[in-house]
Nanobody, 122 residues
Framework: QVPLVESGGGLVQPGGSLRLSCGAS????????AGWFRQAPGEERKGVSCISSSGDSTLYADSVKGRFIISRDNAKNMVYLQMNNLRPEDTAVYYC???????????????WGQGTQVTVSS
């Protein structure tokens, strides 16, 4: 059973926007920090953003800061990544992950989704 399932990826033009969604199965997200990671072809997986269990604090990689917004709706058991002003360098498989505990610093992400492809190209 896949604990997390991402959706919302696709092909967009540079400057466009996408909203990724991550839904949890079999558990509730309110006790977990949640993060988004991405892996581009030939590159290592990198952290993109993280949000605390309550949604009160967030972290962003410098490469996406100001363009991406992470959010969550614990009532819906969902985590989101709003991606704006997309660039070709954002092309990657995006993964949702969770870490038990409230905060992002030092989080160990033990549950992962299968990934969703985001391609930014003209």
């Amino acid at each position: 059973q896949v604990p997390l399932v991402e959706s919302g990826g696709g092909l967009v033009q540079p400057g466009g926007s996408l909203r990724l969604s991550c839904g949890a199965s079999g558990f509730t997200l309110d006790s977990y920090a949640a993060g988004w990671f991405r892996q581009a072809p030939g590159e290592e997986r990198k952290g993109v953003s993280c949000i605390s269990s309550s949604g009160d604090s967030t972290l962003y990689a410098d490469s996406v800061k100001g363009r991406f917004i992470i959010s969550r709706d614990n009532a819906k058991n969902m985590v989101y990544l709003q991606m704006n002003n997309l660039r070709p360098e954002d092309t990657a498989v995006y993964y949702c992950a969770t870490a038990f505990g409230a905060s992002c610093p030092g989080a160990h992400f033990g549950s992962w989704g299968q990934g969703t492809q985001v391609t930014v190209s003209s």
